[in-house]
């Protein structure tokens, strides 16, 4: 089944403790990205990828890293977390650019930072 | 800059019709529609290119003015399963072809 895939799907965690949320697809996507999503806020672009070791700013990147190792794997880094990045994150891919393909999403990660 | 959508919230009876709107204030390249469930993902339902092709959702519908910079989502004869947020995400041009620009979100309510 082609899916988009992450984990944890629930994260309580404390102020400042390192945490890695991953992300696979398994569709062969070149494109990639992490949202975050706030009430009211809709969906806001922390990171993106459009292929191996290619990957650039969204509108949100302060206090996140990504890595693009492989076309499957997209993981999110909170180095050192604070609880405004208490959000539900999001893992999209789509084939090529999201202009003009469909993005496919993960389930989502429902992070807490205490 | 954030596409605005209008309204914010809807809640209609099933059967009724409803329109839900994304302007922006920028030319547009291509307009995206999603609906998300409470708790779930967002879920692709159209495309809208420049020029005017269209892919996706055979019973929504979907116009794209480009000269008024916005588009409109058709949902006709809703069902209980339409309730959701709905999004639209907007491309300015081809060559941002790695972001979208999405809006707020609409709320959709539908009662039995």
């Known amino acids: 089944e082609a899916q988009v895939t992450q984990n944890p799907r629930y994260l309580i965690t404390v102020t400042g403790k390192k945490l890695t949320v991953t992300c696979s697809q398994n569709?062969?996507?070149?494109?990639m990205s992490w949202y975050r999503q706030d009430p009211g806020l809709g969906l806001r672009q922390i990171y993106y990828s459009m292929n191996v070791e290619v990957t650039d700013k969204g509108d949100v990147p302060e206090g996140y890293k990504v890595s693009r190792k492989e076309k499957r794997n997209f993981p999110l880094i909170l180095e050192s977390p604070s609880p405004n990045q208490t959000s539900l994150y999001f893992c999209?891919?789509?084939?090529?650019?999201?202009?003009?393909?469909?993005?496919?999403f993960g389930p989502g990660t429902r992070l807490t930072v205490l | 800059q954030q596409p605005v959508q209008s309204p914010q919230a809807v809640i209609l009876r099933e059967g009724e019709d409803a329109v839900i709107n994304c302007s922006s204030s920028k030319a547009l390249y291509s307009v995206h529609w999603y609906r998300q469930k409470h708790g779930e993902a967002p879920v692709f339902l159209m495309i809208l290119l420049k020029g005017g092709e269209q892919k996706g959702h055979e019973k929504i519908s979907a116009s794209f003015n480009e000269k008024k910079q916005q588009s409109s989502l058709y949902l006709t004869a809703s069902q209980l399963s339409y309730s959701g947020t709905y999004f639209c995400g907007t491309a300015p041009d081809m060559d941002s072809n790695y972001q979208l620009i999405w809006g707020a979100g609409t709320k959709l309510i539908i009662k039995p």
């Open positions: 999209a891919s789509s084939l090529f650019g999201p202009s003009t393909d469909t993005q496919y």
């Open positions: 569709m062969n996507h070149e494109y």
